[in-house]
């Protein structure tokens, strides 16, 4: 301890030995301002800041000379985030003491960062807009600031305390809580902090403001309001090893298999099928097409045969004796035949002509008329029809004597020989017609008797 | 029950480093010591 008016060091004595100046009562006094600072620093230890404070100053009050305190009381402040404040006592005890002062370190290492310390100064900034905000009623903006304060420096407890108070009036305790267990943490009997808490565990607030709204406090029963959010708790956890990695990759390949089995298969099967039903489609469709055209040209060959059948039925008509032509020739060779006076060539020419076959009236008129002239009877055409038989041309004979039974039929020799003739054709209905024409009208007659020999021999054969 | 307008009104600004420097020179608080001296002084003259 040194004298407080010469500075020399002072004894047990109650004067100072070198300027004689009384000093029990400062000696009482400093002796006060030390004791206050073990206190500060004993509070220091415990993270009891406000007490520390209040002890600190205290002894600073009492000695303004005590360097330790000072110092000590700087540290406190910054560790509550008042930086300023820290800075102005380092500064002052490095001016009543520059040499050995450990505020020389401190100040140094502070300026060190300047970084650091601009960000702590713009957050003191800012409390202090936020708390003008807060005075004029802004509430909201002060609230904006206040958290970008706490964000950035969370030891501010000051500006911890600010925000907890506007959450309260919100009625967000639960955020204030969390603000002010905070502070608790840098600073263990903060005294606001302690209210506040308190309050919020057992009353409630009520503001003076214009609207005379009370918030009530009971935090943990406040209903949900619009602006809160609810966070869902999340299902996710980490995999605990690689093996489950693994297992959920196989899960996956398995799960995009099995899909691409059910879902994409069926749908290129279906797409397939389709397609192939269109090609069975569309080749009916040919086929019956096909079909239609089938039946159309066999339509039209038969039609076109049956025009062939007929024309090459009407050439027939025109290639045989009975055709126009073969009837004119016949008919002209028995004008001929006329002409030349041979009457029974005449009458044989026209024999072979059928008069209804003739195509027009007038030659039908030739016929008759040189049949008329031409017709000697039946002899003419019985003479040729044996003659014809004698030959063994039996069509020739029946066909004459078929004329000559026509022109006289009572002679027996002309169904005779037409009988004949026809077995001589194996025609047996036409040659027993004249057979029983012989028995009927000519029985007994030697042609008669003869016929009957003929035909039992042909029976005995 | 806080009377949060009385509360706020508690709060005072906090010092900015650009403000610490006027904070010094007008830390010229007086304390015991120096009352102690000054009553001395004031003895001794009489």
Known sequence: MR???CNSVLSDEDYCTKCGADVSVYKIVVKASNSYYN???????VRDLTGAVTALKTSLELNRQNIKARNLLGLV??????????LSEWVISLNLKQDRNVAEVYVRKVKSNPNKLELINQAAKKYNLALAKVKEGGDDVALIQLKKVVATYPKFIRANLLLALLYMKRNEDERALKLLKGVLKIDRNNTLALKYIDEINNTGVHSDSKDKEEYYRNSKHRPLSGNDVILPRSSYKEPSSGVFTVVYILLG?????ALIWFLVVPAKLQSSQHENNETIKKYSEQLSGYSVEITTLQSANEELQSQLDAANEELENYKGDTSEAALYARLIEAVSEYLDNNLDAAALALADIDVTQLPTEISKSLYTT???NCSQGAATFYIAGVN??????YVDAARYLERAYELDDTTVETPYYLAMSYYGLNDLENAQKYVDIVHER????TFAAQLDEYINSLTTD | MIDFDEEIRKFQPSLEVD???DAIYNNDTTDVTAVIDRIVREITEK
């Open chain 1, 253 to 257: 390949v398995i799960i995009g298999a």
């Open chain 1, 3 to 5: 004298c407080y008016k």
């Open chain 1, 388 to 393: 014809a038989y004698n030959q063994q041309n």
């Open chain 1, 442 to 445: 000519f029985g007994g007659t």
């Open chain 1, 370 to 372: 040189l049949e008329e």
């Open chain 2, 19 to 21: 403000e610490a420097e």
């Open chain 1, 77 to 86: 402040y910054y560790e509550m985030g008042e930086l300023a404040l820290a």
């Open chain 1, 39 to 45: 206190q500060g620093l004993a509070k220091a230890g």
